[in-house]
């Protein structure tokens, strides 16, 4: 067999929108853009959402957008992506890194808490719902993340570009932080090809998000080129960036968007194959969901090769990649790339779990279009290197 890693799902209305879009003659940010900001934000349960080119590019606005500027301090996991923490070096501020949660590769109440008593004076926290699984937002006690960083005066952004549709306490991830911002890449649990989207409660960060995405210009490129009235005169009120996300993107987004909950349930079916065939296996842990399966959006399955397998992790991924497998790494730590571990002098001791973890991290195939004679094929085949 010839498995990838991930595939895209094409089965619903995307081509119906897109023939809708070429038909228009306006192949940019129009009506297909702000109808999919209006059904996100409904999706989610927030009062605005803001479409853009990429989750970097919410990110970058969500930190401009509360005024983070040089020399401010901001917290983010080392277990991510290198978006979480650039963002954050484009506003001249510097991430203060930190450990996980070995079971989930969350960041918990306590690795927050003990961080805030290293440091001080910070602004905000780059919170990354790692895998598809929510970090603990709120509790009954009133400890939760959100509620620490409220009683510290610091602001919050949820980087969910693994996270939709995630739910905690059945409520959907979108509205817990200031602002929460979600990835539409071709490998997510929906995508636009590329795309973003940035959601938030408060209006003045919205307003300021939707101005800066484009060029810093008062008003949406559709208000001056499609009106009965001409309206050609606008004013640039601050020096803004080029993030708008094209109406050819969204309209592949809504016809996602209207399939969501079935993705999300058919990556839930991976999933639950894979902990019933691999649960045995005494080389590997799997990783721990820490509510309903059906609050998790199962964006990855990541495996950790324990280090007596006789295996190693790159071993395990050269003799999969033999059998036809694809497989990645998600994510080879921020305190480990060069620029980060060189710029604030990082040890890898500082960050146990994390280290860990990568040592031995596997993501394996999960998504809607993955068939169960294929599921069957890689977990036998994860049985015959690990046991053999």
């Not at 999933?271 to 799997?286: G, R, T």
């Not at 980060?340 to 031995?360: S, V």
Request: with cysteine; glycine share 6%; net charge negative.
């Amino acid at each position: 067999m010839k498995i990838p890693f991930a595939k895209v799902s094409i089965s619903g209305n995307e081509y119906k929108y897109l023939t809708e879009v070429l038909s228009s003659g306006w192949l940019t940010t129009s009506s297909k853009a702000l109808d999919f900001e209006k059904q996100f934000a409904g999706y989610v349960g927030a009062k605005y959402a803001c479409a853009v080119n990429s989750c970097t590019s919410a990110l970058h606005l969500a930190l401009e957008a509360i005024g983070v500027q040089s020399g401010d301090k901001v917290l983010v996991p080392s277990l991510t992506f290198t978006a979480s923490a650039e963002v954050i070096r484009y506003m001249g501020a510097d991430p203060l890194f930190l450990d996980v949660d070995y079971s989930t590769g969350l960041v918990t109440t306590s690795i927050l808490k003990e961080a805030l008593k290293r440091n001080g004076d910070i602004k905000a926290l780059i919170l990354v719902h790692y895998g598809g699984q929510a970090a603990r937002m709120t509790t009954p006690e009133g400890d939760g993340i959100i509620e620490i960083c409220r009683q510290y005066n610091i602001r919050v952004i949820e980087d969910a570009a693994h996270a939709f549709p995630t739910k905690h306490e059945d409520q959907y991830i979108g509205t817990f932080g200031d602002i929460t911002c979600f990835s539409f890449y071709a490998n997510k649990t929906i995508t636009t090809g590329e795309g973003g989207m940035l959601v938030t409660d408060e209006e003045s960060v919205y307003n300021r998000a939707r101005t800066m995405r484009l060029h810093g210009i008062d008003k949406d490129i559709w208000q001056r080129y499609n009106t009965d009235i001409s309206s050609w005169e606008y004013d640039v009120v601050a020096p803004g960036y080029k993030y708008n996300m094209p109406d050819v993107n969204a309209a592949i987004g809504l016809a996602q968007l209207e399939q969501a909950e079935y993705f999300r349930q058919e990556r839930q079916r991976c999933a639950e194959y894979y902990y019933n065939e691999l649960s045995q296996i005494p080389w590997i842990d799997l990783p721990v969901c820490m509510g309903p399966l059906e609050h998790h959006s199962w964006h990855l399955f990541p495996i950790i090769i324990l280090p007596e397998s006789k295996v190693s992790r790159n071993e395990f991924i050269d003799q999969m990649t033999d059998k036809g497998i694809g497989t990645s790494v998600h994510y080879k730590p921020l305190h480990r790339m060069s620029y980060y571990r060189d710029t604030y002098n990082l040890d890898p001791d500082d960050f146990p779990n994390t280290e860990k973890i990568w040592k031995g991290l596997v993501s394996l195939p999960i998504y809607p279009d993955l068939k169960d004679t294929e599921l069957k094929y890689i977990c036998e085949s994860i049985r015959l290197i690990l046991t053999k």
